[in-house]
Nanobody, 121 residues
Framework: VQLQASGGGLVQAGGSLRLSCAAS????????AGWFRQAPGKEREFVAAISSIGGSTVYADSVKARFTISRDSAKNTVYLQMNSLKPEDTAVYYC???????????????WGQGTLVTVSS
């Protein structure tokens, strides 16, 4: 499966952005999906994940209640709605897919190219 992330940009603290991850190739609905982020000089960290059916989601504590992951199987797309953004959310955001969702980068074999989110204070 091939993944294409988009939707990043520059936003002020307290603002919102919605990231999209469009999939092509194999039937995306059979895959769980996750979002990760990597800030300069830091390791890639887990943000959120959603099951293949979409009924189960999990979030990092740092984004819980601010971010929402969802998917539209008809559009082969996974979304990350980010609200109440903080400067510490600044990072390159990556989407990933695998048969089973996980919290670690090594849980995923398929990755998108990343989209930059910059939150100004």
């Amino acid at each position: 499966v091939q993944l294409q992330a988009s939707g990043g940009g520059l936003v002020q603290a307290g603002g919102s952005l919605r990231l999209s991850c469009a999939a092509s190739g194999r039937t995306f609905s059979r895959y769980a999906a996750g979002w990760f982020r990597q800030a300069p000089g830091k390791e890639r960290e887990f943000v959120a994940a959603i099951s293949s059916i979409g009924g189960s989601t999990v979030y990092a504590d740092s984004v819980k209640a601010r971010f929402t992951i969802s998917r539209d199987s008809a559009k082969n797309t996974v979304y990350l709605q980010m609200n109440s953004l903080k400067p510490e959310d600044t990072a390159v955001y990556y989407c990933a897919a695998e048969s089973v969702a996980g919290r670690w980068p090594y849980d995923y074999n398929y990755w998108g190219q990343g989209t930059l989110v910059t939150v100004s204070s």
